[in-house]
């Protein structure tokens, strides 16, 4: 279940800043893709665009030619996209599987029933298979908010998950990791991608981590398309080195 | 993970009634009787606003104005003649639930502070009316001539124990069926736009339309306290919708517990029980009901049985953040 | 519903121009209540459901100065003062062990001091309409403006608002504890990390916020009757004007408590049973047209 996103022409504007240029860009169907930039070069505004969050001032954004340009939030999840935020965005009070369970009976459009009660029979089963995907069986009955970083990370990622979506967008998976715990949360994605066959866009920070999974690289600067292209190419490309600077000692490093 | 059976607590339910009502009319004592009819009334008018302050997260600080509402439509429906009291009961409800889709579609869409504040205002606004419009609802003396109770299949509303079971069979439903929509799918989506709403609409939940249902259903079961209180004080007054209504039930909800179900109800016994016995001792229930209003707020940060919850479960009884409460 | 009279007053300069000076006069306390209000949502980002209270006791302590020492210079000084006082210790004491919870914490914070404040003014004063009476300076006959009559007093709050509100405009656009002030209203977390002192600002904004709702109050007692539970309705109106005129913004406050006192006024002629109903259609109105205010902007 998979899906090709088209954006074209994206533009945005705050008042005089300028968060997305003219921005175009096409992630094949099934592609793994990574989208990389200095900060405030527009990543998550773009994110933000796709997914309803913000409308933009013009552009189009197409799920498989079906344009999707300025529908609500709500509306786009249904279309198929779904995403995983770069602050684990949770529900403090649930536990890891209530939280599941929630979100797929939500999915399954199940929320406006009041004659049976949560949770519905039938929804645990799926949220006991998404939650083995991510890794967090073991922490089945923890409640949200106690959760470690990294649980929280895969938490968010698994309810986008429930969402059975064509397309996945994650917004810095590995934000506040340390290097050992990046590498397996890269991992896992990677593994997720594989199991689930969506279109995943991954936006992040570690360029390691981008050279090692991604099959092509998105880069933005100052919210507009730099460069696009394989890992490769990118790493050797000037310009995206220039934007980088400083930066890129620890890709060049690896 | 459990699932808390309907049917066993209906079942649970209906035996409390039934102890609570045999118990109340064996021993005929009428204080006893006056003070569940109030613990009756009040408790479920709490409870229907916690739908919205506990479960859903939405601070109305308007909510008398069902209450208000729905007595004075009952009352004035009686009134009319030729009405029974069923169908008077179901028209008033059926008012409410529009007059609440009205307010709550203005309402809804504001941030927490201006939605507060406005349901504030219709509240006022209800009040004003109600006060206004002498010649329908008797302005400020309330509605007088009293409410006909017509008797409808054997029940004759004008005998006080009929009256009295009457009462206790409505608050008892409703108290279950505010349980079922809370404990239901859609329940839980009420407590997930609570918990986070910006993530519910990113797993596709319709956020302000089920605000909105929240609000219908809570100034729905307001209404039905209210037409209790009508009959239980045979009129209805202004006072009914004046914001001290709606603020004395968010003190009840505070006392017993926003994060418990039956939270409301505790408070509004506690409530009750601390306004009879200050006012016993002294005309300024206000000044020591503010006092112990500060005391919960600042010195517990919590209601009631919130903290026997917290204390139950181990953990400490203050908690480090005042809104992540325990565990849905 | 009487529209007739409404008509007949609209038409006739005498009464038009006394209903407008009822209206302004109107206004101008809300506006000092409001200002308060506003200044203290602004700054704190916190609404004050205290305030009325704090107009009540700006009234009382008015009350009581006069009568004991007959002077109303002193008693407008010492609602002030004492006020502005109180707002500290309330602000430092209570309200600053709340601020980072929910808004239901603050509400019943304010609330719990509303049932206080209430019973305290009931057990000094006692429960009754007190009158404060008309201080001798202003006991002179009435002006006649436009063939209307307006009452010499009422020129003198118009006067001490009027002078209250520039001095303020002045504060907030010249000073440095204005700048602070626009600050903190566009940019709350910001203050905190400049170095600033927020919990001496805070407390500053609240005794000043809390000091007009004083004066309000002291200004009111001799024209208004003096009861435990009139900071109620001062209260519903001036967060109307509020709304109306844009959290957050002393202008929006200013048109806004125009609007309002000149609504109330004609208001009380065409829906005298409905007065108060008048001005919550006019607040719905702007909600839904214009939902942040004439005048508003987002709170920082």
Redesign the interface.
């Known amino acids: 279940m998979t899906a090709r996103l088209t954006v074209t022409g994206l533009i945005k504007r705050f008042g005089g800043v300028v968060a997305a240029d003219n921005i175009t860009l096409d992630f094949a169907a099934g592609s793994l893709s990574a989208v990389i930039g200095p900060n405030g070069a527009g990543k998550t505004t773009l994110f933000n665009l796709i997914t309803g969050r913000l409308k933009p001032d013009r552009g189009t954004v197409l799920l498989d030619g079906r344009d999707i340009t300025g529908l609500d939030e709500a509306a786009i999840v249904r279309a198929g996209i779904a995403r995983a935020f770069q602050v684990a965005s949770l529900f403090p009070r649930f536990t890891v599987e209530q939280s599941l369970v929630y979100a797929v009976q939500s999915h399954r459009r199940q929320n406006h029933l009041l004659f049976r009660r949560f949770p519905l029979s039938e929804d645990g089963q799926r949220a006991r298979q998404i939650m083995e995907l991510v890794g967090l069986s073991a922490s089945a009955k923890q409640v949200s908010a106690h959760l470690s970083h990294g649980d929280q990370k895969l938490l968010d990622i698994a309810l986008a998950l429930a969402m059975e979506p064509q397309v996945l967008l994650l917004d810095e998976p590995t934000a506040g990791m340390g290097r050992d715990e990046r590498q397996q949360m890269i991992e896992r994605v990677r593994q997720l991608w594989v199991h689930e066959k969506m279109t995943l866009i991954f936006i992040e920070h570690d360029m390691d981590i981008v050279f090692r999974v991604a099959q092509s690289v998105r880069v933005l600067r100052y919210g507009a398309v730099l460069a696009e292209g394989a890992p490769q190419e990118i790493r050797a490309n000037p310009a995206v080195v220039a934007a980088y600077l400083g930066l890129g000692r620890r890709g060049a490093a690896s | 993970?459990m699932?808390?059976?309907?049917l066993l607590e209906a079942a649970l339910t209906a035996v409390a009634c039934l102890a609570v009502t045999t118990l109340c009319l064996a021993l005929g004592s009428k204080p006893l009787m006056d003070i569940v009819l109030r613990l009756a009334i009040f408790g479920l008018f709490a409870l229907s606003l916690n739908i919205l302050?506990g479960y859903t997260g939405l601070?109305s600080?308007g909510h008398a104005m069902f209450f208000g509402f729905g007595a004075y439509a009952f009352g004035l429906l009686m009134q009319a003649r030729g009405v029974s009291i069923p169908v008077a009961f179901a028209i008033a409800v059926l008012a409410t639930a529009a007059l609440a889709v009205v307010v709550g579609a203005?309402c809804i869409?504001?941030t927490?502070?201006?939605f507060?504040?406005?349901t504030?205002?219709?509240q006022?606004?209800v009040h004003?009316?109600i006060?206004?419009?002498?010649s329908l609802t008797g302005?400020d003396q309330g509605l007088r001539g009293g409410i006909p109770r017509p008797v409808f299949l054997g029940v004759n509303l004008a005998d006080p124990r009929h009256f009295f079971v009457f009462a206790c069979v409505v608050a008892f439903a409703s108290i279950f069926l505010i349980r079922?929509?809370l404990?239901?799918?859609?329940?839980?989506?009420l407590?997930?736009i609570r918990?986070?709403a910006?993530?519910?609409?990113?797993?596709?939940?319709?956020?302000q339309r089920?605000k909105l249902a929240a609000f219908v259903f809570a100034g729905v079961f307001a209404a039905v306290a209210g037409i209790l209180m009508s009959l239980y004080v045979s009129g209805a007054y202004p006072n009914f919708a004046f914001?001290t209504q709606s603020?004395d039930a968010?003190?009840m909800i505070?006392l017993g517990g926003i994060s418990v179900f039956l939270g409301p109800i505790v408070g509004a016994a506690v409530f009750l029980l601390l306004n009879d016995t200050i006012t016993r001792f002294t005309?300024?229930?206000?000044?020591v009901?503010?006092?112990v209003?500060?005391c919960v707020?600042?010195g517990l940060?919590a209601g009631l049985l919130d903290v026997v919850i917290r204390l139950m479960a181990g953990a400490p009884v203050r908690p480090a953040s005042?809104?992540?409460?325990?565990?849905? | 519903m009487n529209l007739d009279a409404l008509l007949d007053c609209v038409a006739a300069s005498s009464c038009l121009a006394t209903q407008i000076s009822a209206g302004l006069i109107i206004g101008m306390l809300l506006f000092l209540v409001a200002c308060g209000l506003t200044l203290i949502f602004g700054v704190l980002g916190v609404i004050n459901f205290t305030h009325g209270s704090f107009y009540m006791m700006g009234a009382y302590i008015a009350l009581t100065t006069f009568q004991t020492t007959g002077s109303y210079a002193l008693a407008v000084l010492a609602s002030t003062l004492g006020v502005a006082l109180f707002g500290v210790i309330f602000e430092r004491f209570f309200m600053a062990r709340v601020y980072g919870a929910d808004v239901l914490m603050q509400l019943l914070v304010c609330y719990a001091f509303i049932l206080i404040l209430d019973d305290m003014a009931k057990i000094v004063w006692g429960a009754d309409f007190r009158a404060m009476g008309m201080p001798e300076a202003f006991v002179l006959p009435p002006l006649r403006v436009a063939g209307g009559f307006l009452p010499p007093f009422y020129l003198f709050l118009a006067a001490v608002t009027v002078a209250i509100a520039i001095t303020l405009g002045v504060v907030i656009a010249k000073t440095r504890f204005g700048k602070i002030v626009r600050a903190a209203a566009a940019n709350r977390q910001m203050v905190g990390v400049l170095g600033i002192n927020t919990a001496l600002l805070y407390a500053a904004v609240f005794a000043l916020g809390s000091a007009l709702a004083g004066i309000a109050g002291a200004l009111a007692a001799p024209v208004r009757s003096v009861v435990p539970g009139m900071g109620f309705s001062i209260l519903i109106e001036s967060f109307i004007v509020t709304v109306i005129g844009g959290m957050g913004s002393i202008a929006g406050a200013f048109v806004a408590s125009i609007l309002v006192g000149i609504t109330r006024s004609f208001g009380s002629i065409g829906f005298p049973l409905f007065t108060d109903g008048t001005m919550f259609v006019f607040m719905a109105l702007v909600l839904l047209i214009k939902p942040t205010g004439l005048f508003g902007r987002r709170p920082g």
């Open positions: 993970m699932r808390r059976s309907a302050i601070i600080f203005l869409r504001l927490a502070i201006y507060a504040f406005l504030l205002a219709f006022m606004l004003a009316i006060l206004g419009w002498v302005g079922q929509i404990e239901a799918p859609f329940g839980y989506t407590r997930v918990d986070n910006d993530r519910a609409r990113a797993l596709g939940v319709p956020v089920y914001w603020g968010i003190f505070m005309e300024y229930n206000g000044l009901l503010g006092i209003l500060l707020v600042l940060r005042v809104t992540t409460e325990t565990p849905v």
